[in-house]
Nanobody
Framework: QVQLVESGGGLVQPGGSLRLSCATSFSVFSSYTMAWYRQAPGKQRELVADISSSGGRSYYAESVKGRFTISRDNVKKTVYLQMNDLKVEDTAVYYC????????WGQGTQVIVSS
């Protein structure tokens, strides 16, 4: 079982920025696509962004395109999500996981965007 430990969330005003991190214990981290998901209150968990094993390809949900940037450090076995120009509707618990090797969800990191 792979450990996924998300961090970096917090309370931020609209227009602000946060950088999320997801540290893993995944021994073959560099071989797998990684992804960020989020779950807003009362809603289903949704895919926010993913990044290929080498970092050369990424996907973004339409709602975050142009504002969020996913990246990874294969040496540190960590995936990041830089979130800029945050909106109230970005409020959610953010999780990382391995799309093609799904693991038990971590505790997530809470992001609250509010004035």
């Amino acid at each position: 079982q792979v450990q996924l430990v998300e961090s970096g969330g917090g309370l931020v005003q609209p227009g602000g920025s946060l950088r999320l991190s997801c540290a893993t214990s995944f021994s073959v981290f560099s071989s797998y696509t990684m992804a960020w998901y989020r779950q807003a209150p009362g809603k289903q968990r949704e895919l926010v962004a993913d990044i290929s094993s080498s970092g050369g390809r990424s996907y973004y949900a339409e709602s975050v395109k142009g504002r969020f940037t996913i990246s990874r450090d294969n040496v540190k076995k960590t995936v990041y999500l830089q979130m800029n120009d945050l909106k109230v509707e970005d409020t959610a618990v953010y999780y990382c996981n391995i799309p093609n090797f799904s693991q038990p969800w971590g505790q997530g990191t809470q992001v609250i965007v509010s004035s």
